[in-house]
């Protein structure tokens, strides 16, 4: 089985969490291909996808969804699985999922979307987003979980190698 992995990522911290899950579906036994979404421009060969965008300001990355409006009708005749990254804190904030999430679960038909804590790091941002976190009063936080994302990766795994490619592929 042959997965393909993308995310997008304003600064790298979504990107890497997408290097993570295509580690640990390796680890699992099938072959992962992680790529950005403008990388990807078909799904030929691959048997599923995940997909994830950091989201800002309550909203999916761009590319993102570009690749869910390029790609779509190939999307939905493959499992899918979807991921978000972004709230930072303890709880998290915003608590909640971005505003598209459903949206971005109905258009590729997605089996599961799964919200990550996400991270600040100041060093890769712009002077407008520096302000903004300065004014919210948000420091330099990291508070992804690699234990938890590896976990979904697992789940997902599972869930493609207890089917076999003919039954996880029919919908």
Partial sequence: MRILVTAASKHGGTAEMAEWIGERLQQEGLEAVVRAPDEVTSLDGFDAVVL???VYAG?????ARTFVDRLGRSLVARPVWIFSSGPVGDPLKPAEGPA???TM???TS??????????????????GEKAIMTALRVDDRDDRSRPEV?????????AVLA???????SR
């Fill in 150 to 158: 590896e976990a979904w990766a697992a789940e997902i795994a599972a």
């Fill in 105 to 107: 679960r109905l258009a």
């Fill in 163 to 169: 089917y076999g490619r003919e039954p996880v592929l």
């Fill in 59 to 63: 909203h999916w990355l761009q590319p």
């Fill in 52 to 54: 994830g965008s950091g």
């Fill in 110 to 127: 997605a089996r599961e979307h799964r919200l990550f804590a996400g991270r600040i790091d100041r060093s890769t941002m712009g002077f």
């Fill in 100 to 102: 598209d999430g459903e």
